[in-house]
């Protein structure tokens, strides 16, 4: 049964970079597509960036483009999501998740592609 561990959260000023990283267990990581998804309070979780088995391809929501770059080294089976300029509405929880490797779908952007998911990692910005 795959396992994610995501860590890397925290507590941080508007301007502040983090790291999020993602550790897999129990599944062939490199044949999984890997998604970052936040949830806000009273907000439904949505969807962030993500990779392509390879590597090669990503997708981010407009919201994140330019400021979050993801990223995996499939070698160590672990993702990652390197958060840059982050602003007070990037408070959430962020989630990491995986597709099964029966997915074609390259960088999905639906929560219900993934069927593998960690149990988040807290990011607050405040001043």
């Known amino acids: 049964q795959g396992q994610l561990v995501e860590s890397g959260g925290g507590l941080v000023q508007p301007g502040d970079s983090l790291r999020l990283s993602c550790a897999a267990s129990g599944l062939v990581f490199s044949n999984s597509a890997v998604g970052w998804f936040r949830q806000a309070p009273g907000k439904e979780r949505e969807f962030v960036a993500a990779?392509?088995?390879?590597?090669?391809?990503?997708n981010y929501a407009d919201s994140v483009k330019g400021r979050f770059t993801i990223s995996r080294n499939n070698a160590k089976n672990t993702a990652y999501l390197q958060l840059n300029i982050l602003k007070l509405e990037d408070t959430a929880v962020y989630y990491c998740?995986?597709?099964?490797?029966?997915?074609?779908?390259?960088?999905?952007?639906?929560?219900?592609?993934?069927?593998?998911w960690g149990q988040g990692t807290q990011v607050t910005v405040s001043s």
């Open positions: 998740a995986a597709t099964r490797d029966t997915v074609l779908i390259s960088v999905p952007d639906s929560p219900s592609v993934y069927v593998y």
């Open positions: 990779i392509s088995r390879s590597g090669a391809l990503t």
